[in-house]
């Protein structure tokens, strides 16, 4: 059924050979019957009422409950509402309805304001004395502010309100969105940072802030997450969550959004002066405890805003000060290793031909690592809004830092090939290996045994700068535009190495626990007599991303029922990288300067005692590299000889678009167009372009098939530019003598052409059930391969040309399932979430360029659910949550002499929230996160050998929060 749609692609229609398509025809009828309905108005009645099912109970809790449904609050004198019951209602009602059911035979009435209603005895407002403003929160309410979001929207959609991105048990933006169904996170230091849609690679999610597409990078800390990673993926943790009022995630397309996200776009809001009214001052405290690091982790927000009539004000500020720690095992990967130059005596005769014909799989590198870091986050956000009944004017700065320092320590053997042999000296006298002839168990005699310790400096910043405007010209034309200016920089201003070496017995055994060895040293490795000064790295790293954009939007209503909406935006991107290394610089070429760890003065030695299965030393190391007269923060400044890398990358987009809209009782549409040109530069050694252009058609549209349920359709085409490691693929390293790597002239973005169904169901109590299926046909998919020989820029020297090309078409389908269960007459609830997903693609060896298998898409999870059970009543709610990611892969096809592909495996992430309103301005938090202490273990190979298994500990933070 989805292979059979296929969009119009406008490019072919000058080629002879394009056919139109039954769906062609399709959609040209579909325009016909539109341009009909221009010339024949019908006025459409709107449905104002809700369905509201509140079983008998007392007033007060009945009218929380009508609050809740309406999303609105409510005034009254408590004492009118003491010892009143209320009776049973069901239906669909509008706000005056429902109230006057309510309050039938009672002496009390009710007028309705802009923001809410007020209670009050008949038969005179004139006896109305000083009363109580009820302001509704809590979960139920926040859920339906949510599904009101997600129901406004013709394209298909989720959404979580501020109330729940505060309450939720977050410590950044990213865990905020980790219970939206289809949503799943990566994690780094015990946080969330990056965020997939529906099992997608994370650089094919648009993220827009305030409606302008925004870029922040940072990076792990570890080598096997990619360091220094330099995508189009925005990283969640650099922002607080305080900052933020909603967030959306759109799962269909429509022409009137900003292309480029074939996954789906993450629509962020900050919260506005005019979202509530009068003068608001809020500041919430919090102090923090990790399992590793113990207490010292802090986090305050604050926010304060007014309004002046038309006009307001906001100022608010987050800032999180936490140390982290993540300790571990891994391996440099497993290979095929001949042993030949060990003694092998102690071990049978098979064996020692097997080891010494590199038949069995060696784990390489055998690592315990502690990664320790401390981080400030900061963020503010400055508003200044005005809106009356034909204009609203929003002026927005948003700025924020993400800095720390980080430090790491790993104790591991470092002999020939990263094995613990020293050649002509190692004896290995026991082995073990298992039915896939790797060496899971091995003891050696007189190996080799090493450290490394390595400091960081990270700085990551974010400003953004908007002005928008949404003016009413007349009662049948509206006009919406945006200005805005947003800035980035990652920045390491040093990561700098010293290794150490020893001799030691040792054992690796992998027997007990496939993912993390049981690794033991004969010797007392808190020694200092029995180390040598080895050689050190160091490196200087910093990444720059600017946004440059425009947009404006033009609406015009015919009548109640039909709308035509058109408009253009205009985008500059701008990225440059720069990275200085300096490696190798042997401690014992270095005339007249310590080569023994016991010639080091003792304050720059650190006892490594965090892991939990070994204890040795760490180097305190830009301390000791200055001993050797090395300057740590400024490689320019030494004699040794560096590496300078510097890529640049200029993208201009423009596209624009028109949108038809058809609204009617019982069902809604939109169809639109969209036309969109890029054009992309990018300089490393030389300067090379690329340009294109899309016609980018959209459908969405609804059916209320009753007071209860919804169906919804969507069908659409949308781009995702390539990878910026795409675009700077000629200055990649070579790996092969014979391997040259070349820049294609005329790589193209990846297409995806989108079917999305909907059945979403409204029941009594605010209970909700969502059942989605979702089908991507995947064109144009970059792959490496080999440059055609015809090309005119193919290497020289008879080697092989290697290229970035769209060479690929892939798939990708699943089904989504939202189930928000509030139990009759008590006040529990339970929300569930599960997303199935399939999606495979080709993938080629990225060292010759020739195919290899088809597999799982890149951070494709078959599955992710997430649950969570709460209890909420006006002073008090409570949430336990539990998330769950599958396995899902990385890479593969890179280092294919080590592996096939390397990912993760399953996670079960549980967190915990209380929330305790003790007055009417007070409210004290407790948060839970990681509570079982979660291992993140990364595999290597499809065999699901060792690679790098991680914990970070659990963390706890306690806060009181004043509003007024």
């Known amino acids: 059924m989805f292979k059979s749609f296929k969009f119009i692609d406008m490019s072919k229609l000058q080629d002879s050979r394009y056919k139109p398509t039954y769906s062609t025809h399709a959609l040209a009828c579909l325009l016909l019957c539109l341009s009909i309905l221009i010339s024949a108005p019908v006025q459409a009645t709107k449905i104002n009422s809700k369905f509201v099912q509140i079983p008998a109970s007392s007033l007060s809790d009945s009218l929380r409950q009508i609050a809740i449904a309406y999303q609105v609050s409510y005034s009254s004198d408590p004492t009118l509402l003491n010892n009143k019951e209320s009776p049973t209602i069901s239906g669909s009602y509008t706000l005056s309805q429902a109230l006057k059911l309510l309050l039938d035979n009672t002496t009390l009435s009710f007028k309705i304001k802009n923001n809410g209603f007020v209670i009050y005895k008949s038969p005179s407002q004139k006896t109305i004395k000083l009363i109580e403003e009820i302001t509704v929160k809590g979960i139920r309410y926040s859920q339906a502010r949510s599904r009101n979001l997600k129901h406004s929207t013709k394209a298909i959609s989720e959404a979580i309100s501020a109330q729940d991105i505060t309450d939720i048990p977050n410590t950044n933006l990213a865990e905020a969105l980790q219970y939206i169904p289809g949503v799943a996170i990566t994690r780094e230091a015990g946080e969330g940072r990056q965020v997939s849609i529906r099992g997608s690679y994370p650089d094919f999610s648009l993220v827009t802030l305030n409606d302008m597409p925004v870029l922040a990078n940072n990076d792990s800390p570890m080598d096997s997450r990619v360091q220094k990673q330099r995508d189009r993926s925005f990283d969640f943790n650099i922002l607080p969550a305080e900052l933020f009022k909603q967030i959306q995630v759109f799962k269909s397309y429509s022409s009137d959004q900003i292309a480029g996200g074939i996954s789906g776009t993450m629509a962020l809001k900050t919260i506005s002066p005019l979202d509530k009214k009068g003068f608001n001052f809020v500041i919430t405290p919090e102090i923090g405890y990790n399992d590793y690091v113990g207490s010292g982790s802090k986090r305050y927000s604050t926010l304060l805003s007014n309004t002046w009539g038309n006009w307001g004000a906001l100022a608010s500020v987050a800032y999180t000060s936490r140390g982290s720690l993540e300790q571990g095992a891994n391996t440099f990967r497993w290979r095929n290793i001949a042993i030949n130059h060990a003694d092998l005596s102690s ?108 400091v960081q400096k990270i700085d990551t910043s974010y400003h953004q700068g908007q002005f928008s405007i949404v003016k009413k010209l007349n009662k049948r034309w509206d006009l919406h535009t945006i200005l805005g200016i947003q800035q980035s920089k990652y920045e390491i201003p040093y990561s700098n190495k010293i290794y150490t070496q020893g001799v030691s017995d040792v054992t690796i055994d992998y027997t007990q626990d496939p993912f993390y060895a049981d690794i033991n040293y004969s010797q007392n490795l808190q020694d200092i007599g029995m180390w040598d000064l080895f050689h ?103 004699d040794a000889s560096y590496i300078r890398k510097y890529e640049h990358i200029k993208e201009n987009s423009q596209g624009v678009y028109t949108l038809l809209a058809l609204e009617r009782d019982k069902w809604e549409v939109d169809f639109g167009l969209r036309y969109q040109f890029d054009s992309i530069t990018t300089s490393t050694q030389d300067l090379s372009s690329i340009s294109y252009d899309l016609w980018l058609p959209s459908l969405n549209s609804t059916l209320f098939i009753n007071e209860h349920w919804r169906f919804r359709f969507g069908a659409s085409k949308n781009y995702s530019k390539p990878l910026l490691s795409s675009l700077n693929f000629a200055d990649s390293n070579n790996t092969l003598d014979n391997i040259e790597y070349i820049f294609n002239p005329n790589l193209k973005p990846y297409i995806s052409y989108n079917t999305d169904l909907s059945l979403e169901g409204d029941f009594s109590g605010h209970s909700s059930f969502d059942l989605s299926l979702y089908y991507k046909n995947l064109n144009d998919y970059i792959v490496t391969t080999q440059a055609p020989l015809a090309y005119p820029g193919k290497a020289a020297n008879d080697k092989v040309a290697v290229w970035q090309s769209n060479a690929e078409t892939a798939y990708q389908w699943g089904i989504e399932l939202n189930l928000n269960y509030l139990i009759p007459n008590s006040d529990w609830g339970i929300n569930l979430q599960s997303t199935y997903n399939e999606g495979r693609v080709t993938y080629y060896n990225s060292n010759d360029g020739l195919a290899l298998f088809k597999k799982n898409l890149p951070f494709l999870s078959k599955i992710t659910a997430s649950t969570m059970i709460f209890y909420d009543r006006p002073n008090l709610n409570f949430k336990l949550g539990a998330i769950f990611r599958g396995q899902y892969l990385v890479r593969a096809g890179g280092l294919i002499n080590d592996e096939n592909e390397t990912g993760f495996m399953p996670t079960m992430y549980w967190d915990a929230s209380v929330n305790y309103n003790f007055t009417k301005n007070w409210k004290l938090k407790l948060s839970a996160f990681n509570l079982c202490n979660e291992q993140e273990r990364q595999y290597s190979d499809s065999s699901l050998r060792a690679y790098n298994s991680t914990t970070s500990g659990r963390t706890f933070y306690l806060g009181l929060s004043y509003q007024y």
């Not at 799989?361 to 690592?367: K, L, S, T, Y």
């Not at 720390?404 to 002999?415: A, D, F, Q, V």
């Not at 209503?557 to 408009?567: A, H, I, M, V």
């Open 347 to 454: 071990l049978s005769k098979l064996q020692s031909e097997n080891l010494a014909q590199g038949n069995y799989i060696i784990p390489r590198g055998n690592r315990y690592s502690v990664w320790q870091g401390t981080q400030q986050r900061f963020g503010t956000n400055l508003s200044l809004e005005y809106k009356n009944s034909t204009s609203h004017i929003d002026v927005d700065v948003l700025s924020g830092f993400l800095k720390g320092n980080r430090s790491e320590s790993h104790l591991y053997p470092r002999g020939d090939q990263s094995t613990p042999v020293i050649k002509e000296q190692t004896a290995i006298t026991s082995i073990k290996t298992n039915k896939d002839n790797e060496l899971v168990y091995a003891h050696y005699v007189d190996a080799r045994v090493a450290t490394e310790s390595r």
């Open 536 to 638: 050190g790295d160091l490196e200087y790293y910093q990444s720059d991303n600017k946004y440059l954009f425009a947009k404006i939007d033009l609406q015009h209503r015919f009548n109640d029922t039909f709308s035509l909406k058109f408009g253009g935006d205009w985008i500059s991107f701008t990225n440059k990288m720069s990275n200085l290394q300096q490696n190798d610089i042997f401690f014992n070429e270095i005339s007249n300067s310590p080569q023994k760890l016991i010639e080091l003065p003792e304050t720059l030695i650190t006892p490594q005692n965090k892991h939990k299965n070994q204890r040795w030393l760490s180097i305190n190391t830009n301390d000791a590299l200055a001993l050797y007269k090395i300057a740590p923060f400024n490689i320019t400044q030494n």
